[in-house]
């Protein structure tokens, strides 16, 4: 298999669009990662759409063809992903693939979400089709309230607190505040947090991620050619896509992210790493129970201690692992089908050195995690400088 | 590259099943598809789903890991391709792709619908998801509309005429009688396809496939490997996915089915073969005209020719090159998502030699085609005996 690199990104701002469509997003998005690239239309080899459920929010599906055709790529094969909040993360890991065999040279990526079209009642409703409808939808368990369940049990089996919690949401947010591109750029306090509109108990509204609606691109090509393209590449180092059941009460244990840790164990040995290796990383914090749970399972902790760690302010940006520096699915938003090509694009723009008043200096080896559902998709890309 | 074989296949019946749910159905083909291939679940390195549009018709998302854990398959990469109506030939596409490169041993390709649970009039509007909304769907074109106009163009540039198009209705009707898994095994005549009910001029319902409930399941390893599982292995000979525009008005010449031209020459290339070597065919006969410019297209006949070889019995089960042995989408069945993997199904069984009072005797290299929406996007593939 061949090296592949990250030669170009390019990301529209996540937020509320009214007078934005899908398609103008995902052309946006695809249209700077090729111009950041230096790589034009007719070179693409194949185009990789990561959507979540584009069709319900907007009634549009057929979007790989629909969007390549709006930038001009015809005569390529064109295919959405989906894999519901892994959506652009399984599309990612596809599209790596593709490459590191010789299938392609280079190859866009794109994820895309347009959600604020619809209510947050439709929204919600949408969103827990990647939950196990027959079951926890029919008896009426929307997406906070899955995952306030695993909050709960996490308390109770590891003394985790609200405060915790809400330790993972006043980062993110300072972070986010620093974020150009960050959907809700409001610093907050550790007080207003725990305060917060209680969601779904122990989840208030600032546990919980943004409805947002957003683009973002990447291009690969093998690392070998990648100084034809850009003189910044970016070498993905490891990368695996893993599932799980996706109903909770399939689960041999709800506080712990099976797919997540199966997926980092295998990226950390395609890139001949361990957890300590890794400087800094984007975490799915689609709740912020989540971002604990994902640093114990990707091994950044010990099981049981994503919670202290939260508050301890090690992930922080000048901590001695800076976490969602981007401000997090929490602050910077979720555009769900691209959430995943959108925390590649965060962790590469660390490692150029572009990440403005939040660029950290330990900046070699960044992780992204990527999460479909409670946890049945699980995506984990380690990248480097070269 | 490696070469693929097809090593075991599994289908439902196509039809209108009210007491199934699109889980089930999708479980019932994967594991007959297993069984077939003598393969278990723990020897599939990665689940390819293809759907067009579950969360649509039955409100289900993140559909791959969620009909994976069904069968007890977690642990590895599961993720559902979407391409309108090729959406499982993209998927195995896809899976073919990763076998030959290396990255996958054994693969399980699965495509999935479930379409009658809706009314008829919330179907279309799905279906017309797979056009172009802000254009064709909001001026009110559905797809039969869209199929009558490249009908009614067709008709002028090249004198095709309506008895040519209820010639494709008769012959499929025909097959699918024969077919003990098609959805409408009902003989019909020339003079009834004539009269049938107008749906968009010049189609009548009996230009028109059907809305089918199915699913169908592929297993695929490399070839070398294919007699430790299986006696009657077929191989891929050669495979092709392109895409073109999607919206009608921004093709050159909506007679022609550009992207099924571009992956014929490229399956062909492949395969070392040219289309007077294809001695059967599934194709994607959505609507009759879809068979007879396929034909075209694919270079059975020339530009403009489809028509009279349509209704020149050269198509029919005893003609020289048999098209939609199957029944075809009119009268198998196209239960959309199903239908790319259901047609090399289909392809497979001529192979074999297990096509009961169907079975052809030339049937040592077949051919399926698969389309999405108006021809925005074309899988092809070239099957032959080993």
Redesign the interface.
């Known amino acids: 298999?061949r090296q592949v690199a990250v030669i170009g990104i390019g990301k529209t701002a996540f937020g509320a669009f009214a007078d934005r469509?899908l398609?103008s997003l995902a052309v946006e998005a695809g249209e700077k990662c090729l111009a950041d690239g230096n790589v034009k239309v007719s070179q693409v080899d194949e185009?990789f759409l990561g959507n979540?459920?584009g069709?319900?929010f907007?009634?549009?599906?057929?979007?790989?063809?629909?969007i390549?055709?709006a930038m001009g790529?015809?005569?390529?094969?064109?295919?959405?992903?989906?894999?519901?909040c892994a959506s652009s993360g399984?599309a990612f890991?596809?599209a790596v693939?593709?490459v590191?065999?010789?299938?392609n040279e280079i190859v866009l990526v794109t994820g895309v979400e347009k959600m604020t079209s619809q209510t947050t009642p439709k929204v919600t409703e949408?969103l827990a089709?990647?939950?196990?409808?027959?079951g926890e939808?029919r008896a009426g368990a929307t997406f906070p309230a899955l995952f306030a369940m695993i909050a709960r049990r996490h308390m109770y089996e590891y003394g985790t607190t609200r405060e915790q919690l809400a330790a993972v949401a006043v980062k993110n947010h300072e972070n986010g505040a620093k974020n150009p591109q960050a959907h809700m750029r409001k610093i907050i306090t550790l007080e207003q947090a725990l305060k917060g509109k209680p969601i779904a108990d122990p989840l208030t509204v600032y546990d919980c991620s943004l409805i947002s609606d957003g683009a973002a691109a990447v291009l690969l090509c093998p690392l070998e050619r990648a100084h034809e393209f850009t003189n910044k590449p970016v070498k993905v180092l490891g990368i695996a896509?893993?599932?799980?059941?996706?109903?909770l009460d399939?689960k041999a244990d709800i506080t712990t992210l099976?797919?997540v840790a199966?997926a980092a164990q295998k990226a950390y040995k395609m890139a001949g790493l361990t957890a300590s290796d890794i400087q800094f990383a984007e975490l799915h914090d689609c709740f912020t129970i989540a971002e604990i749970i994902a640093t114990e399972d990707l091994g950044f902790v010990k099981k049981g201690e994503g919670g202290p760690y939260a508050a301890s302010g090690k992930t922080r940006l000048d901590g001695e692992r800076p976490i969602n520096t981007s401000g997090g699915l929490k602050s910077k938003g979720h555009p769900v089908g691209a959430t995943g090509t959108g925390q590649i694009c965060d962790v590469v723009q660390q490692i150029r050195g572009e990440a403005g008043e939040r660029q950290l200096t330990r900046n070699k080896i960044g992780l992204a995690e990527n999460l479909?559902?409670s946890g049945?998709?699980a995506v984990v890309t380690v990248l480097g400088a070269v």
Chains 1, 2 share one sequence.
């Not at 907007?58 to 629909?66: F, I, K, R, T």
């Open positions: 298999m469509d398609r185009f979540f459920a069709p319900s907007v009634g549009q599906n057929h979007l790989a063809p629909y390549a055709g790529m015809t005569g390529i094969p064109c295919t959405r992903y989906e894999a519901a399984a890991y596809h693939a593709s590191a065999a010789g299938l949408i089709g990647a939950g196990d409808t027959c939808g896509q893993t599932s799980e059941q996706v109903a399939q099976t797919a199966a479909g559902g049945a998709t």
